[in-house]
Nanobody, 116 residues
Framework: QVQLVESGGGWVQPGGSLRLSCVASGFTFSAVAMNWYRQGPGEARELVAT????????EYATDVNGRFTITRNDARKTVYLQMNSLKVEDTAVYYC?????????WGQGTQVTVSS
């Protein structure tokens, strides 16, 4: 079955950095685009970043563009999200997600808290 396991969340002060990881299994990782989503308190889940199978020309939400970087390692079946210059408004649960022919899947999420 499809499994996505995120890690790397935590507490950080504004301006700090975190690197999230997501290990995937149960599907052909190298054949699909991978995504990071987030859901803040009382908010809907939103797409943060997408990386295609080529690993190039990733796409980002407007408010994270230039601060976040999504990368992938197909050999390790892992997708990463490097988050720099973090802001209080980046506080959310971050989810790794994938869309397959038979449905959309997310991991359990990892909490990121940005505060002073």
């Amino acid at each position: 079955q499809v499994q996505l396991v995120e890690s790397g969340g935590g507490w950080v002060q504004p301006g700090g950095s975190l690197r999230l990881s997501c290990v995937a299994s149960g599907f052909t990782f190298s054949a699909v685009a991978m995504n990071w989503y987030r859901q803040g308190p009382g908010e809907a889940r939103e797409l943060v970043a997408t990386i295609p199978t080529t690993g190039k020309n990733a796409e980002y939400a407007t408010d994270v563009n230039g601060r976040f970087t999504i990368t992938r390692n197909d050999a390790r079946k892992t997708v990463y999200l490097q988050m720099n210059s973090l802001k209080v408004e980046d506080t959310a649960v971050y989810y790794c997600g994938v869309t397959l022919a038979y449905g959309k899947f997310w991991g359990q999420g990892t909490q990121v808290t940005v505060s002073s």
